[in-house]
């Protein structure tokens, strides 16, 4: 077992910091997902944990080797690490097996068939073993990645985007390979996807990354019903933060604000002052006694009624429409009550529709 820490981790690509001073500790035997929009330096992170990137300053942990640090630096193959890419990266020579074994040549070669043998059942690939990549369909392949870096037994196994190729129904069925060799072994995986299904789905410990920084480290939930800042608001679940002011915050932990003329309790970080109600469809249901708003637009998608609301009571300006999962009609005037939610800290924040134009325009993370 292995765990990772970091102590102000920077890499910088000319004046673009693509991890800025990032400080955490990974648990060892965890399933680590490292979620953010493109360019917000996941696959850096990664890549400096593999060792394919060294740190400019900050310190690097593997369990209780130091592998990054000032005059330090240990390779990537002394680092025990597997990794599997978005490209699978096979021989297409070599057959399952051979792609297998290609990296244990060392071993004795009864021990290096024993783990080819395990491997390939592990992944569910066994009848497969004298294929070529070329007769393999996609997931497959996948499947063979993940077995060749199993093979080596690594104490920690690296998975940048190895979804990103496939069809949405592989992609479920790798999910449920992933929690499933991640039982059966008990060897901490790390993660990287911009997907947030995926990372929920498969990780009990998400880290969301923006503009080089680790904004919040937490379980799923925790990162749905209590967001440690404003971006991790929007991002997870497509939440929304509204502008309010909190009146009071009473020995409960709950904020009392006013949205219009509705009075809202509200859980939340915040004694009193200008504030971010954080928000997800989930905390909103239509009732007659709720928040004046205003149907901006509505779709139908995954199975649900979605609609898009304006509330009355902020000028549109000041916020993005808030999502409702319930059939309405364009136009319409509702009322909506809140059944949910968190309340952060204005502060300097930035605009709610900045991390809009920002996402669209964020540098490309380098290779």
């Not at 910088?12 to 400080?23: I, L, P």
């Not at 990137?53 to 900050?58: L, M, Q, V």
């Not at 009848?127 to 369909?137: G, I, T, V």
């Not at 990780?203 to 440690?228: H, I, K, N, S």
């Amino acid at each position: 077992m292995a765990d990772i820490k970091f102590d102000k981790l920077l890499r910088q690509f000319g004046q673009t910091k693509a991890v800025d001073h990032v400080s955490a500790e990974l648990g060892s035997g965890r399933f680590v997902a490292l979620l953010g929009p493109s360019g917000c330096g996941k696959t850096t992170l990664l890549r400096l944990i593999a060792g394919l990137e060294r740190p400019d300053s900050g310190t690097i942990t593997l369990g209780e080797e130091l592998v990054a640090g000032p005059g330090h630096f240990v390779g990537p193959e002394k680092r025990r690490l597997g990794m599997v890419f978005q490209s699978y990266a096979l021989w297409p020579h070599m057959t399952v097996a051979g792609n297998i074994a290609f990296g244990l040549n060392q071993l004795p070669r009864v021990e290096r068939d024993a783990r080819v043998s395990d491997a390939l059942r592990m992944v569910g690939m066994s009848a497969m073993a004298d294929r070529k990549p070329h007769a393999l369909s996609g997931g497959q392949r996948q499947r063979v990645a993940l077995a060749r870096s199993l093979a080596a037994q690594p104490r920690i196994l690296l998975l940048d985007e190895p979804l990103a190729n496939l069809d949405a129904h592989l992609r479920q069925s790798m999910l449920a390979e992933f929690r499933r060799i991640h039982a059966a072994t008990g060897c901490m995986m790390v993660f990287v996807t911009h997907d947030q299904n995926e990372a929920m789905a498969v990780a009990d410990t998400v880290g969301v990354m923006d503009r080089g920084r680790l904004e919040q480290l937490a379980a799923p939930m925790e990162l749905f019903d209590r967001p440690a800042s404003p971006m991790v608001a929007r991002f997870v679940g497509h939440g929304r933060t509204l502008p309010v002011q909190v009146a009071q915050r009473d020995t409960d932990g709950n904020c009392h604000i006013r949205i219009g003329d509705v009075p809202v309790v509200v859980p939340g970080l915040v004694a009193r002052g200008p504030a971010w109600l954080c928000v997800h469809a989930r905390d909103l249901v239509i009732g007659s006694e709720g928040i004046a708003a205003t149907v901006a637009s509505v779709r139908f998608e995954d199975g649900y009624h979605v609609a898009e609301l304006l509330l009355d009571a902020l000028p549109e300006a000041d916020t993005l429409p808030v999502r409702l999962d319930s059939p309405a009609k364009q136009g319409e005037a509702i009322r909506v009550r809140l059944r949910g939610g968190w309340v952060l800290p204005r502060g300097g924040a930035a605009h709610p529709k900045a991390d809009v134009a920002m996402s669209a325009d964020r540098h490309r993370e380098p290779a």
